[in-house]
């Protein structure tokens, strides 16, 4: 398959590809999160930190799934390919992060403005996190091709991303809209829907409480691998150089 079956075949079964190949990251990445939501229930983890330690764990599964698209590296080759390079996971980690504030500035003035302009809280807060998904989006599709360049070794600085992500920006957006929006949506309705049918409380600490963060955790898996695979895809058609180094064979449906 050529380079441009990578780039164009359909974004849920491509990113299904890679969620397969890479099952035992998803395991572990399912362990992980799923515990950590566990053990938020019984000890109360500062935001802050339960947000670094979640983007952390994210990262362990959002760089196998870069690497998926970008190299032919095995799954089984990552954990060599982090050793080899110590810093690029933490490097990795702060760009991720770097992203999320510069989609949180957005949604956070605009709450403000509207609580001092006499908006009802509740109102407010409801734009605001709509507002704050849309940023987030806009936020990845312009800048997020920088944690791509992270595991192609390649510039990763805020400008040149930008410049990458105005390239391709029509591209990214959309597909985003499904991997953040969409997913999203489908993950709380998921698990709403399973809380009632089971009668589970979320809050409740029976056994069958428990299966709600495995699931939440095994949908947010496919989430961040689709995110991945969005942004290497972006990266790649920014940097049709790039391309050569890209000729894995996923799945060649179209969107």
């Known amino acids: 398959m050529g380079d441009g079956v990578l780039v164009e075949d359909n974004i849920w079964a491509a990113s299904l590809e890679v969620y397969i ?13 799923g515990g950590l939501a566990l053990l938020n229930r019984f000890i109360h983890i ?17 760089i196998p799934a870069h690497i998926a698209v970008l190299t032919q590296l095995d ?16 490097t990795f980690v702060k760009r991720c992060l770097l992203l999320g504030f510069l989609g949180a500035i957005g949604p956070l003035a605009f709450g403000i403005v509207m609580v001092i302009g006499g908006i009802r809280p509740s109102v407010a807060m409801l734009a605001a996190l709509l507002v704050w998904v849309l940023s987030g989006i806009a936020a990845f599709a312009k800048w997020g091709t920088m944690l791509p360049a992270v595991i192609a070794d390649d510039d990763q600085t805020l400008a040149v ?9 029509g591209y990214a957006f959309p597909r985003l809209l499904i991997s953040f929006g969409l997913l999203t949506v489908l993950f709380v309705a998921i698990l709403m ?5 089971l009668g589970i409380d979320p809050k409740d600490s029976s056994p069958a409480s428990f299966i ?44």
């Open 75 to 90: 799954p089984d080759q990552v954990s060599d390919w982090l050793k080899e390079r110590p810093k690029a996971f933490f």
């Open 46 to 62: 500062n935001s802050g930190a339960s947000i670094f330690v979640g983007v952390m764990v994210s990262s362990f599964l959002a």
């Open 193 to 197: 829907l399973l809380a009632s049918l």
């Open 161 to 169: 991303a930008g410049q990458r992500g105005s390239k391709v920006f």
């Open 212 to 255: 709600l963060p495995v699931i939440g955790a095994m949908i947010g898996a496919y989430q961040i691998v689709m995110t991945s695979v969005v942004l290497s895809r972006s990266y790649l058609r920014a940097q049709p150089a790039a391309r050569r180094m890209a000729d894995k064979s996923l799945l060649s449906f179209r969107t």
């Open 21 to 33: 190949r890479n099952w035992k990251w998803v395991v572990g990445y399912i362990f992980l999160a």
